[in-house]
């Protein structure tokens, strides 16, 4: 039995996975350093490099966090209002985004999810 | 004639746009200082307010560089061996996301992309 080679039609493996999630307990929405520690955390879970980060708290309560990786980023926008939270992660080389995405969804307590994933257009 | 009133499935109006981009001279990919006045140009084309910002640079000359914005927040990441850009732009409200990512890919250059635009989950 012979198999073909496979081929890397991407070898940047550049990915970009979404996370939508309402959550069981909204406070979490509105504390920017435990967000903080949370994209730190799941990041590092992950195997991701932190070089940077920027947070905003708005008048509401809602929190904007974003960690530049040295394999793209992560970002989380929180809606207290609506107990919503969207995730972002752009994703290079080898890091696990999926274990990434999950380990933030399970840390700010999801109890509805839509998760996607697809690879860029990459030439 | 009566027409049924519209519906406003997201009052948010969450999107979330993807530019991969080609672009024609690689050189704009290095220069941080030119990449963060693109990013700062195109959110202001769209109308959205600019809170924070983060860059990086790399030892191969690649930036990645966040503005986190009022409205969400406006990225990009450059692979100039590849001649490639990769901007997310998450936006709420009423800002003009197309604007903004055809401004970017102007400024940049860009002779081919590839562009998406979706809807958030919103409950």
Chains 1, 2 share one sequence.
Not at 2 to 19: H, K
Not at 95 to 114: H, L, N, P, Y
């Amino acid at each position: 039995l012979q198999l073909a080679p496979t081929i890397e039609l991407d070898p940047l493996r550049l990915r970009l996975w979404t996370l939508d999630a309402r959550v069981a307990e909204p406070a979490v929405l509105t504390d920017a350093p435990r967000l903080r520690a949370v994209l730190r955390a799941a990041a590092e879970r992950g195997g991701a490099t932190i070089l940077g980060e920027e947070f905003c708290e708005f008048g509401n309560g809602a929190v904007t966090g974003v960690l530049v990786l040295a394999q793209s980023h992560l970002s989380i926008h929180t809606w207290p209002e609506r107990a919503l939270a969207n995730v972002d992660l752009l994703s290079c080389g080898s890091i696990d985004g999926e274990a990434i995405v999950f380990e933030v969804a399970e840390r700010i307590g999801a109890e509805q999810t839509r998760v996607t994933c697809r690879a860029r257009t990459v030439w």
